[in-house]
């Protein structure tokens, strides 16, 4: 089964300091519990190539970064007018070479669904990158069938994020070419860590899912989504080894 669990950036808190090695960077202890971490910097800042490119040789062989686009492309350009910025975007985290995974393209909840924009942005990133990708809309006029069509065409994954913006699209589709999930916390978004019911039943409907999953714990405000990781890993492992 491909399931690759982590949290959003690798920060080590120090109330859980004692689930990961006491030597090394907090990346490199970071890759000795998780096999994949979601960079959620690059939203805020570009980074170097060769930054990318030590990332890359700090984890193991088998590690992969999920990396989130630009808030220059997703909200303020809102996708139109992006074709330069992609290109060094993806210059940029290519670095990552064969640890690289999905691309994450989080939309501003204000972003409506147009389809002309959409697929032309759609079109100009696919044309540079055919890995994986997994948007996450948050705006209701994203929940049509011509968005869903669109992103299908693309192949491109929704997120499904807890809690969810938009309940109607809120589960990944079937035929999906990989399962996204991004986890917020809650009732406190950022900040609330999951219980034990929530983190089993995720475990259940995780190990049914038919296509590659990536699962990432965003409840780092107060360094819930390491423990939080931690336990889905273990519930998963009881799961199959049954």
Known sequence: MDIRIGTAGWSIPPRHADLYPAEGSHLERYAALFDTVEINSSFYRPHRRTTYVRWADTVPETFRFSVKFPRTITHEHKLADTDELIAAFLDGVTGLRQKLGPLLIQLPPRLVFDHHRVAHFMETLRAQFDGALACEPRHPSWA??????????YQVARVDADPAVIPVINR?????????IRLHGAPEIYVSAYDDAFIAALANRIEKLDAPVWCIFDNTAWGAASDDGRRLKAALTARIQK
């Open 172 to 180: 990944t589709s079937s035929n999906a070419p990989l399962h996204y």
């Open 144 to 153: 049509s069938d011509a968005a869903e069509d669109l992103l299908r065409d």
